[in-house]
T-cell receptor, first 111, second 119 residues
Framework: QKEVEQNSGPLSVPEGAIASLNCTYS??????FFWYRQYSGKSPELIMS????GDKEDGRFTAQLNKASQYVSLLIRDSQPSDSATYLCAVRTSGTYKYIFGTGTRLKVLA | DGGITQSPKYLFRKEGQNVTLSCEQNLNHDAMYWYRQDPGQGLRLIYYSQIVNDFQKGDIAEGYSVSREKKESFPLTVTSAQKNPTAFYLCASSTRGAGGQKTPPDTQYFGPGTRLTVL
C-alpha cells in the first residue's frame, strides 16, 4: 500500500513565526508533489506543487523536496492567523494519474 | 470563469435510497476524480477517470458507481449498498499532460464539495 504520512498536529506557532510542515511518502517512483490548504468545511485549495529536488518559493511559502529521503516539506514564513487551516500533502503515484493524500496537519497560528 | 462545480451543496438521504452527486468542469481537463472525506481524516479515493467512457475503482469503491459519458461531467451515485455514506464528497479534475505556462502539469483542482447526510 503506497502511503503518505503527515503528523496530524495541531502545530501551534505564534504570529510572525515560521511554520514547518512535513510529509514522507513510500513510493520511490513518485514524481509530483503537492501541498493543499483546507479550511474547516471547505474544499482543498492548491498552495504549491514541486517536481524536482530542492526548494521552490512562492511568496511566503517554500516547498522543499528530497527524493532520496522521500521527504517533502512546506515552510510558511511570517505566519498569519489566516494561515490556520489543515495542510494536506499529496503525491501523484508513478505510472498513473492517481493521487495519494496524507491525513493532513492542522496548523494554528496564535495572534 | 473556469472551474469545477458540484451540486447540491448539501444532500440528505434516507435509508435505502440511491442519490446522485453532480460534478461538472469547464477546465478542459481529461482526468476527473471522486474523493470522500470523513471528519478528521484525509481524502480517500472512490473512483477516477482518465478519459471519457473509462474509469477505475479507487480504494473505497464499494457502494458507489460513476459514469463518464462526457469530458465535462463525472456524476457519482451513492447506492443503498453503501452502509455509511455520511461524509464530505469532493470532486476534482486534472490535466493529463503538460499544463500551460500558468498551470503546472498534472495539478489536481477541487470543486466546492457536497456534504451528504443520511437521515
Amino acid at each position: 500500500q503506497k502511503e503518505v504520512e503527515q503528523n496530524s498536529g495541531p502545530l501551534s506557532v505564534p504570529e510572525g513565526a515560521i511554520a514547518s510542515l512535513n510529509c514522507t511518502y513510500s513510493d520511490r517512483g513518485s514524481q509530483s508533489f503537492f501541498w493543499y490548504r483546507q479550511y474547516s468545511g471547505k474544499s482543498p485549495e492548491l498552495i504549491m506543487s514541486i517536481y524536482s529536488n530542492g526548494d521552490k518559493e512562492d511568496g511566503r511559502f517554500t516547498a522543499q523536496l528530497n527524493k532520496a529521503s522521500q521527504y517533502v516539506s512546506l515552510l510558511i514564513r511570517d505566519s498569519q492567523p489566516s494561515d490556520s487551516a489543515t495542510y494536506l500533502c499529496a503525491v501523484r503515484t508513478s505510472g498513473t494519474y492517481k493521487y495519494i493524500f496524507g491525513t493532513g496537519t492542522r496548523l494554528k497560528v496564535l495572534a | 470563469d473556469g472551474g469545477i462545480t458540484q451540486s447540491p451543496k448539501y444532500l440528505f438521504r434516507k435509508e435505502g435510497q440511491n442519490v446522485t452527486l453532480s460534478c461538472e468542469q469547464n477546465l478542459n481537463h481529461d482526468a476527473m476524480y471522486w474523493y470522500r472525506q470523513d471528519p478528521g481524516q484525509g481524502l480517500r479515493l472512490i473512483y477516477y477517470s482518465q478519459i471519457v467512457n473509462d474509469f477505475q475503482k479507487g480504494d473505497i469503491a464499494e457502494g458507489y458507481s460513476v459514469s463518464r459519458e462526457k469530458k465535462e461531467s463525472f456524476p457519482l451515485t451513492v447506492t443503498s449498498a453503501q452502509k455509511n455514506p455520511t461524509a464530505f464528497y469532493l470532486c476534482a479534475s486534472s490535466t493529463r499532460g503538460a499544463g500551460g505556462q500558468k498551470t503546472p502539469p498534472d495539478t489536481q483542482y477541487f470543486g466546492p464539495g457536497t456534504r451528504l447526510t443520511v437521515l
